[in-house]
C-alpha cells in the first residue's frame, strides 16, 4: 500500500528522519548544544544577512556554541536562495572537514538543525530550492535534506518584521488548505494536523497582529506552522498544489516573497477548487476549524473557505497586487504556462490564466 485513497479509508505515510522538535522560549540556549549529534561536534551556521547584522541571534548562536563547536558562519543567503550563494556556503563548509552539523534558519549530507525566524515552514519537509541565474526556481527533494532537528524559539522570532512573519503565515495556511486536498495526503496524521494548523492560523495570526511581542501567540503559531507541512510525509506524491505552483511561478522569476505570493493566490486557487466535488469536500472540512458552520452544501462551503481565506488577508493588512512589484499584463501567459506545467492552451491553462489576471496589474 503506497497510496492513500478515501474510500475504502486507508493509506501509508512515512516521516521523515525529524529526531527532536524543541518549542517555547530561549529553548535555543537551553537545547542547542545538547542537539549537537557528538561532543566532539563542529556545527557551521548558515543564515541570511538580515538575522546576522540586524539582529542579535547570530551572535548568540555563536557563543552558545563557542569556538569549541562553531567552525563558523555563512550569513549572506538572499531570498529565494540564489544559487551562487548556496555554492559559497557549500565551498565554506567543504573547506572543513571537521563539520558535522548544519544550523541553518532554513554529495555528503551533515546532521542539521533548523532554527526558524519565519512561518513558512519549510523546516518540515525533505523539500528545497533554489534559485538558478535565469531567475528560474528549481526544487530538489531527497529524505535526507530534512533536519534532524528543530527548535521554535519565540525570542529568536519576536525581531522578524512584521509583514514577512504574518505573510509566512499565510504560507503556511497555503501548504494545510492543499496538503488537504491533496491526492496522496494521508487521513492521519496529514489532514487532521493540518485541520488544526488551520484553526491555529486563523486564530493566532490576527491576535499576533495585534500584540507582536506576545511570545505564547508567537510559539503558537510556529506549531501550527509545523502542523502545516511536517504531515506530508516522504511519500506524498507531486507538488503540493495549484497555489503552490503559481507561487513559484510568481516568486524568484519576479522577486515577490512567497508568504506574498500564497496571499495572491490561495483564496482564488480554493474557489477554483471548490467546482471539483472531491477537492470542495476536503476543502470544507475546514469551515468549522475557522468558526463557521457548514451548509451541506460542499460546494458551497468551500467557497466560503476561499473567501474567509481573502479576509484573513485583507484583515492582517496583506493584500497586495502584481502591480506592486511592478509585473506587467503583457506577462500573464508566462506566469500561466510555467503554472500550468508548459500548457498554453486548453481547459487548464483558461482556468490558470483566469486566475492570473486576476491577480492586479
Given at each position: 500500500m503506497t497510496e492513500s485513497i478515501e474510500?475504502?479509508?486507508?493509506?501509508?505515510?512515512?516521516?521523515?528522519?525529524?529526531?527532536?522538535?524543541?518549542?517555547?522560549?530561549?529553548?535555543?540556549q537551553q537545547h542547542l548544544k545538547s542537539c549537537l549529534p557528538s561532543s566532539n561536534s563542529k556545527a557551521f551556521i548558515i543564515t541570511g544577512s538580515s538575522l546576522a547584522t540586524k539582529t542579535p541571534f547570530i551572535k548568540q548562536i555563536e557563543e552558545l556554541l563557542t569556538e569549541e563547536h562553531c567552525a563558523g558562519t555563512f550569513s549572506d543567503i538572499k531570498q529565494h536562495a540564489p544559487v551562487a550563494q548556496l555554492d559559497q556556503a557549500t565551498d565554506a563548509v567543504g573547506k572543513d572537514s571537521s563539520i558535522d552539523t548544519i544550523i541553518s534558519k532554513t554529495g555528503k549530507f551533515l546532521y542539521h538543525i533548523a532554527i526558524p525566524t519565519t512561518l513558512g515552514a519549510a523546516e518540515c519537509t525533505f523539500i528545497a530550492g533554489y534559485t538558478r541565474g535565469d531567475g528560474v526556481k528549481v526544487g530538489v527533494a531527497d529524505p535526507e535534506l530534512a533536519p534532524h532537528v528543530i527548535i521554535y524559539d519565540s525570542k529568536f522570532a519576536v525581531e522578524t518584521p512584521r509583514r514577512l512573519w504574518l505573510s509566512t503565515g499565510i504560507r503556511s495556511l497555503d501548504h494545510a488548505i492543499e496538503l488537504l486536498y491533496h491526492p496522496t495526503a494521508t487521513e492521519v496524521p496529514a489532514k487532521q494536523l493540518v485541520l488544526t494548523a488551520i484553526?491555529?492560523?486563523?486564530?493566532?495570526?490576527?491576535?499576533?497582529?495585534?500584540?507582536?511581542?506576545?511570545?505564547?501567540?508567537?510559539?503558537?503559531?510556529?506549531?501550527?506552522?509545523?502542523?502545516?507541512?511536517?504531515?506530508?510525509?516522504t511519500?506524498?506524491?507531486?507538488?503540493?498544489?495549484?497555489?503552490?505552483?503559481?507561487?513559484?511561478?510568481?516568486?524568484?522569476?519576479?522577486s515577490i516573497p512567497h508568504g506574498i505570493t500564497s496571499c495572491l493566490t490561495l483564496g482564488k486557487v480554493v474557489k477554483l477548487k471548490a467546482e471539483k466535488p472531491e477537492e470542495a469536500e476536503q476543502i470544507a472540512r475546514a469551515l468549522p476549524f475557522i468558526g463557521q458552520a457548514s451548509s451541506g452544501d460542499t460546494k458551497q462551503d468551500a467557497i466560503k473557505v476561499g473567501d474567509a481565506i481573502e479576509e484573513l488577508v485583507r484583515s492582517l493588512g496583506l493584500e497586495s497586487s502584481l502591480k506592486q512589484y511592478g509585473v506587467g499584463k503583457d506577462q500573464a501567459p508566462n506566469i500561466t504556462k510555467m503554472a500550468a506545467g508548459g500548457q498554453e492552451e486548453g481547459p487548464?491553462?483558461?482556468?490558470?490564466?483566469?486566475i492570473v489576471n486576476n491577480l492586479g496589474f
Open positions: 474510500c475504502p479509508l486507508s493509506g501509508l505515510w512515512k516521516p521523515t528522519h525529524l529526531q527532536r522538535l524543541y518549542y517555547g522560549p530561549s529553548s535555543v484553526g491555529g492560523l486563523f486564530k493566532y495570526l490576527p491576535k499576533s497582529k495585534a500584540e507582536p511581542n506576545n511570545e505564547e501567540y508567537i510559539t503558537r503559531l510556529q506549531l501550527a506552522s509545523f502542523s502545516s507541512l511536517f504531515p506530508l510525509g511519500n506524498v506524491k507531486g507538488g503540493l498544489g495549484l497555489s503552490h505552483t503559481l507561487g513559484y511561478a510568481l516568486g524568484s522569476p519576479y487548464m491553462y483558461d482556468q490558470v490564466l483566469a
